[in-house]
Nanobody
Framework: QVQLVESGGGLVHPGGSLRLSCAASGFTLAYYAVAWFRQAPGKEREGVACIDSTDGATHYPDFVEGRFTISRDNAKNTVYLQMNSLKPEDTAVYYC??????????????WGQGTQVTVSS
């Protein structure tokens, strides 16, 4: 069964850090670009990071401002999102997805169920 499972979300104070995990089962995640998205209540989904499969290149939108780092551990079939200096506006459900053809194609294959991140004092 092909599956992506996110974990690592939770409640954190402003300025704190979290590391999210996106674990794959039923297929080899190393063969795919993987993107992280988030969606806050009442807002559209937005991408926050992507990592390519071929060369491991990483991509971030400007608003991340160097606070997030995406990485992959192929031995564990997992992609991570390290989030530092978290702000209340980072509060959202975070999802990972495989992106067919590499980062930026917009062709997403498989999605996880999401993990809630809440940044609040």
């Amino acid at each position: 069964q092909v599956q992506l499972v996110e974990s690592g979300g939770g409640l954190v104070h402003p300025g704190g850090s979290l590391r999210l995990s996106c674990a794959a089962s039923g297929f080899t995640l190393a063969y795919y670009a993987v993107a992280w998205f988030r969606q806050a209540p009442g807002k559209e989904r937005e991408g926050v990071a992507c990592i390519d499969s071929t060369d491991g290149a990483t991509h971030y939108p400007d608003f991340v401002e160097g606070r997030f780092t995406i990485s992959r551990d192929n031995a564990k079939n997992t992609v991570y999102l390290q989030m530092n200096s978290l702000k209340p506006e980072d509060t959202a459900v975070y999802y990972c997805a495989t992106e067919f053809g590499g980062c930026g194609t917009g062709e997403y294959d498989d999605w996880g169920q999401g993990t809630q991140v809440t940044v609040s004092s």
